[in-house]
């Protein structure tokens, strides 16, 4: 089969132009940021997906005048927030994710999609503000226009209401497939499938994989001779590229499981992995030490003169607890606070904490930053409870405390916000290190949360301190037993952790697998902020280098009032933090209200169209 390049310009876009491939004289796909089908009827289209819009200007050099229909595979920004462009065409849409097309506002101005967020179906790669949706498709619907017959296919994964459509035309079967799969063995992102089975979604690493899979093998059963993705190449030999990706998933999750602290938590999850001689076993508890107290999420340490030191406030029953012991002699003082890391079932009750207690609170800078100003953060388990803290520590500090010598590092375990605390005294040295282990592994089941893959990143770095403390006893503020991982246990995770990086960077099609697992690798700082009409608005654009080497980037904030932004760019290190400053002014009579700001991103070969948002409240 031939298949047919011509070159098209796609004006104000990309410099670099882009491409439309001719797969028959019916059938043609626009190669820019998002894979566009065309599908044509003399001087009029159909068009599968739409992209940023910028397929519009490629249309008049293929003789296009008119684009009648669209048809999206699933509600993400990037395949859809073209569509204003294209005003006289009728948007045809997922019937699951209706809403996340035509009343976008609901989820927007919903509480539960801002704070405390355990589920992240749907996405927040959300469209800014809603379209008019003209019809809706379930899988096994056909819809004939022109000389082409189009069939819905259910194909939930990616997100949980994606169709792929297959086209027949020009003698041809070709499926376009969304993002179920990006090439052969690789998919476009690991994060969007984090889906719970048993709990919420936060518990569901690659919880979407064997949906993701089932959708695959119904695409096979269609027959296609090519399937085209959203993002990715075309493939002309589906089955080959499908099998690929299977094994690819297989393998990625097997090394997930053979060190999942959640195999602890909930061993049903695993019985397919039970008895495995090559996954880590699940080491046996043993008593804490005689000085603490275990307390809901809270770890309360007693030293000399009954002076208590709180490790985590998440409810008010620790609170209750503290002044009962008060009143009752068991204790005689509460004399610090220190925070592990920012989720809410840890900092809720803080603000009640420090209004019942006068004591200084201590927290690793990175927890720090999120805690003290939750406003400018969206990210998992997030909290709206505004804490003060009193001393922010440095990695490796250490101080003294009633006969105990403690040691502050940054343990970016569960979390890249998160903190480890060395206790030392009475014979023991106790490490609490927050919900990032438990007996059974390491707790990287929600890939939300930034938890990096590399040698000296994520739980790499946080397995070294336990090497290098060498802990008489771990804690979990979830786990109420303490226990030790031996040497051998330390080499066998972080072995694990290496050959992961490996197996993920083969099925993800990125400079280094963290860029499909770590979500938040572009994001605004702040997230969300409130002004007046009429204000100027700044907001950095941080960009996270997962790659290898420098790399440039660039953005602007696509505006809902005024064209979007000029570019700026700037060149960011090897694995470091890069910000773009975004100005602009609110026009004044903008209405009240939440409203959505999304940013384009470039980054080294990668064009990513409304990749990310902020948030402006005017008031």
């Given at each position: 089969?031939i298949?047919?390049y011509?070159?098209?310009?796609?004006?104000?876009?990309?410099p670099k132009?882009?491409?439309?491939?001719?797969?028959?004289?019916?059938?043609?796909v626009?190669?820019?940021?998002?894979?566009?089908?065309?599908?044509?009827?003399?001087?009029?289209?159909?068009?599968?997906?739409?992209?940023?819009?910028?397929?519009?200007?490629?249309?008049?050099?293929?003789?296009?005048t008119?684009?009648?229909?669209?048809?999206?595979?699933?509600?993400?920004?990037?395949?859809?927030?073209?569509?204003?462009?294209?005003r006289?065409?009728?948007l045809?849409?997922?019937?699951?994710e209706?809403?996340?097309?035509?009343a976008?506002e609901?989820?927007?101005?919903?509480?539960?999609?801002?704070?405390?967020?355990?589920?992240v179906?749907?996405?927040?790669?959300?469209?800014?503000?809603?379209?008019?949706?003209?019809?809706t498709?379930?899988?096994?619907?056909?819809?004939?226009?022109?000389?082409?017959?189009?069939?819905?296919i259910d194909?939930?994964?990616?997100?949980?209401?994606?169709?792929?459509f297959?086209?027949?035309?020009?003698?041809?079967?070709?499926?376009?497939?969304?993002?179920a799969?990006?090439?052969?063995?690789r998919?476009?992102?690991?994060?969007?499938?984090?889906?719970?089975?048993?709990?919420?979604?936060?518990h569901?690493?690659?919880?979407?994989?064997p949906?993701?899979?089932?959708?695959?093998?119904?695409?096979?059963?269609e027959?296609?001779?090519?399937?085209?993705?959203?993002?990715?190449?075309?493939?002309?030999?589906?089955?080959?590229?499908?099998?690929?990706?299977?094994?690819?998933?297989?393998?990625?999750?097997?090394?997930?499981?053979?060190?999942?602290?959640?195999?602890?938590?909930?061993?049903?999850?695993?019985?397919?992995?039970?008895d495995?001689?090559?996954?880590?076993?699940?080491?046996?508890?043993?008593?804490?030490?005689?000085?603490?107290?275990?307390?809901?999420?809270?770890?309360?340490?007693?030293?000399?003169?009954k002076?208590?030191?709180v490790?985590?406030?998440?409810g008010?029953?620790?609170?209750?607890?503290?002044?009962?012991?008060l009143?009752?002699?068991?204790?005689?003082?509460?004399?610090?606070?220190?925070?592990?890391h920012?989720?809410?079932?840890?900092?809720?009750?803080?603000?009640?904490?420090?209004?019942?207690?006068?004591?200084?609170?201590?927290?690793?800078?990175?927890?720090?930053?999120?805690?003290?100003?939750?406003?400018?953060?969206?990210?998992?388990?997030?909290?709206?409870?505004?804490?003060?803290?009193?001393?922010?520590?440095?990695?490796?500090?250490?101080?003294?405390?009633?006969?105990?010598?403690?040691?502050?590092?940054?343990l970016?375990?569960?979390t890249?916000?998160h903190?480890?605390?060395?206790?030392?005294g009475?014979?023991?040295?106790v490490?609490?290190?927050?919900?990032?282990f438990?007996?059974?592994?390491?707790?990287?089941?929600c890939?939300?949360?930034?938890?990096?893959?590399?040698?000296?990143?994520?739980?790499?770095?946080?397995?070294?301190?336990?090497?290098?403390?060498?802990?008489?006893?771990?804690?979990?503020?979830?786990?109420?037993?303490?226990?030790?991982?031996?040497?051998?246990?330390?080499?066998?995770?972080?072995?694990?952790?290496?050959?992961?990086?490996?197996?993920f960077?083969?099925?993800?099609?990125?400079?280094?697998?963290n860029y499909?697992i770590?979500?938040?690798?572009?994001?605004?700082f702040?997230?969300?902020?409130?002004?007046?009409?009429?204000?100027?608005?700044?907001?950095?654009?941080?960009?996270?280098?997962h790659a290898?080497?420098?790399?440039?980037?660039?953005?602007?904030?696509?505006?809902?009032?005024t064209?979007?932004?000029?570019?700026?760019?700037?060149?960011i290190?090897?694995?470091?933090?890069g910000?773009?400053?975004?100005?602009?002014?609110?026009?004044?009579?903008?209405p009240a209200?939440?409203?959505?700001v999304?940013?384009?991103l470039?980054?080294?070969?990668?064009?990513?169209?409304?990749?990310?948002?902020?948030?402006?409240?005017?008031r």
């Amino acid at each position: 089969m031939i298949l047919l390049y011509l070159a098209v310009c796609a004006c104000g876009a990309d410099p670099k132009g882009a491409e439309v491939l001719a797969l028959g004289e019916h059938l043609l796909v626009f190669e820019g940021p998002i894979n566009v089908g065309i599908v044509r009827d003399g001087a009029k289209a159909l068009l599968i997906d739409c992209g940023d819009g910028r397929v519009a200007d490629a249309l008049p050099s293929l003789g296009i005048t008119t684009v009648e229909r669209i048809l999206f595979t699933h509600h993400h920004r990037d395949q859809a927030c073209g569509a204003p462009v294209f005003r006289d065409a009728r948007l045809v849409v997922p019937a699951p994710e209706r809403a996340y097309f035509d009343a976008v506002e609901s989820y927007w101005n919903d509480p539960k999609s801002r704070w405390h967020i355990y589920n992240v179906h749907p996405h927040h790669l959300m469209l800014a503000r809603s379209v008019r949706v003209d019809g809706t498709l379930r899988g096994g619907d056909l819809l004939e226009w022109g000389s082409a017959r189009i069939r819905g296919i259910d194909t939930p994964g990616h997100t949980d209401g994606s169709l792929s459509f297959l086209v027949e035309v020009d003698g041809l079967r070709v499926v376009f497939s969304g993002d179920a799969i990006y090439d052969r063995g690789r998919i476009w992102d690991v994060h969007s499938l984090q889906k719970g089975t048993q709990t919420s979604d936060y518990h569901g690493f690659m919880g979407a994989a064997p949906v993701l899979i089932e959708s695959l093998a119904r695409i096979l059963t269609e027959k296609p001779e090519i399937l085209i993705p959203s993002h990715g190449r075309p493939m002309r030999d589906p089955a080959g590229a499908i099998a690929a990706l299977r094994e690819r998933i297989d393998a990625s999750y097997d090394k997930y499981v053979a060190i999942s602290a959640l195999r602890h938590y909930f061993p049903k999850l695993f019985t397919a992995f039970a008895d495995r001689k090559d996954h880590m076993p699940i080491r046996k508890g043993k008593a804490p030490p005689p000085f603490l107290r275990h307390v809901g999420t809270s770890w309360i340490f007693i030293g000399e003169e009954k002076a208590a030191f709180v490790s985590d406030c998440g409810g008010k029953h620790v609170i209750d607890v503290l002044k009962g012991w008060l009143a009752d002699g068991t204790i005689r003082s509460v004399e610090g606070l220190w925070v592990t890391h920012y989720h809410d079932d840890h900092v809720d009750a803080i603000p009640e904490f420090q209004k019942a207690f006068d004591c200084p609170c201590y927290a690793d800078r990175s927890v720090a930053e999120v805690i003290a100003n939750p406003i400018a953060w969206r990210i998992p388990c997030i909290s709206p409870s505004k804490a003060r803290v009193d001393r922010v520590t440095e990695d490796g500090e250490s101080w003294t405390w009633r006969g105990f010598r403690l040691t502050a590092v940054h343990l970016p375990g569960q979390t890249l916000y998160h903190g480890g605390l060395l206790v030392e005294g009475q014979g023991a040295r106790v490490f609490l290190v927050g919900d990032s282990f438990t007996p059974a592994g390491i707790d990287d089941y929600c890939a939300h949360n930034r938890v990096f893959l590399g040698a000296g990143a994520g739980f790499d770095r946080a397995i070294a301190r336990i090497e290098e403390f060498k802990p008489t006893h771990i804690l979990n503020c979830h786990v109420d037993v303490a226990w030790d991982f031996t040497p051998e246990e330390c080499r066998f995770m972080r072995a694990n952790l290496a050959e992961r990086e490996k197996l993920f960077g083969a099925l993800l099609p990125w400079e280094h697998p963290n860029y499909g697992i770590d979500e938040a690798w572009v994001r605004c700082f702040p997230y969300e902020q409130e002004v007046a009409a009429g204000a100027e608005v700044t907001f950095d654009v941080i960009v996270t280098n997962h790659a290898p080497g420098i790399r440039a980037a660039s953005a602007r904030a696509v505006l809902p009032w005024t064209p979007p932004t000029d570019w700026r760019a700037i060149e960011i290190p090897a694995k470091r933090d890069g910000a773009i400053r975004i100005g602009f002014r609110i026009p004044p009579g903008t209405p009240a209200g939440r409203h959505v700001v999304p940013v384009d991103l470039r980054h080294g070969d990668k064009d990513l169209p409304q990749f990310t948002e902020a948030v402006v409240v005017i008031r």
